[in-house]
Nanobody, 123 residues
Framework: VQLQASGGGLAQAGGPLRLSCAAS????????MGWFRQAPGKEREFVAA????????VYADSVKGRFTISRDNAKNTVYLQMNSLKPEDTAVYYC?????????????????WGQGTKVTVSS
């Protein structure tokens, strides 16, 4: 499966931004999906994940209550709605697909990765 993340850009602190990740292939609806991010000089970290059905979601503590992950299996797309953005949310955001379907918070359980979209939050 190929993943294409989009929607990044420059946002004001306190504002919103929505990322999208479009997937190719017919098996998207069986994959768990996750969003990760990597800030300059830091390791890639978990942001949010969603199970294949959308019935289960999990968030990093740093984004809980501000970010919402969702998916539209008819459109082969997963979204990350980011609200109340903070400068520390600045990073390259990556979407990833997990063949097991659960939507794991663990980076090494993902099988496919998109190319990343850059988010910059100004104060």
């Amino acid at each position: 499966v190929q993943l294409q993340a989009s929607g990044g850009g420059l946002a004001q602190a306190g504002g919103p931004l929505r990322l999208s990740c479009a997937a190719s292939g017919r098996t998207f609806s069986t994959y768990g999906m996750g969003w990760f991010r990597q800030a300059p000089g830091k390791e890639r970290e978990f942001v949010a994940a969603i199970s294949w059905s959308g019935g289960s979601t999990v968030y990093a503590d740093s984004v809980k209550g501000r970010f919402t992950i969702s998916r539209d299996n008819a459109k082969n797309t997963v979204y990350l709605q980011m609200n109340s953005l903070k400068p520390e949310d600045t990073a390259v955001y990556y979407c990833a697909a997990d063949r097991a379907g659960y939507g794991s918070p663990y980076l090494n359980q993902y099988d496919y990765w998109g190319q990343g979209t850059k988010v910059t939050v100004s104060s």
